[in-house]
């Protein structure tokens, strides 16, 4: 199944790349000097990336179980929460489906603030909310559209499907 962060993968794969290459360059190359360039190439991605990735919340009713209950099950409130990656700078947001399904409300928060200090970490847990309408499902690609009431985000552009190579290694970039 596909998910949101193969979708981010698409983008580290040229980082992946260079690294390769360093690593397997004649000459023999400083193994210390390749993995530093790996990592400057990885933060260099994750500082493009970390706007463009959210958190939502997705609130539903299910069954739980129940000690006490004759049946077993008791139906409550379930929370959840993701990662997900805005894709239109009108609001457009691409989730799994097997996370907003059957949600009852959808929440997002935006990261407010570009650096990543404690202080705006925590600022931004305590930041108001923006409600996200589900556009649609594709349940078997495990993909869902979300709209939210906003313009002007920090979209992640897609990539030129004919300059995509399937590779191993992917990266993950969740929200705190």
């Given amino acids: 199944m596909l998910n949101v962060c193969s979708r981010i993968a698409f983008i580290i794969l040229g980082a992946g790349t260079a690294a390769s290459a360093w690593a397997q360059s ?3 190359k400083n193994p210390v ?3 530093d360039r790996f990592s ?3 933060q260099a991605v994750a500082a493009r990336v970390s706007p463009s990735v959210v958190k939502i919340l997705v609130t539903r009713y299910g069954s739980k179980e129940s000690a006490g209950s004759r049946t077993g099950l008791v139906v409550g409130r379930q929370q959840s929460v993701g990662s997900e990656v805005i894709v239109g ?4 947001i691409i989730t799994n489906a097997h996370v907003v399904a059957d949600a009852q409300r959808i929440r997002v928060s935006f990261m407010t603030q570009p650096e990543q200090s404690i202080t ?4 931004n847990s305590y930041a108001p909310m923006k ?3 589900l556009i649609g499902l594709f349940k078997e690609g495990d993909l869902a559209l979300l709209k939210v009431a906003a313009t002007g985000l920090p979209a992640l552009p897609f990539a030129e499907y004919k ?3 399937q590779r191993p290694d992917r990266l993950c970039l969740p929200k705190p």
Avoid: F, H, K
């Fill in 26 to 28: 004649p000459g023999g």
């Fill in 40 to 42: 400057a190439s990885i």
């Fill in 33 to 35: 000097e390749v993995l």
């Fill in 89 to 92: 700078r009108d609001g457009y």
């Fill in 120 to 123: 705006s970490v925590l600022a």
């Fill in 163 to 165: 300059n995509l190579r």
């Fill in 131 to 133: 409600d996200a309408t």
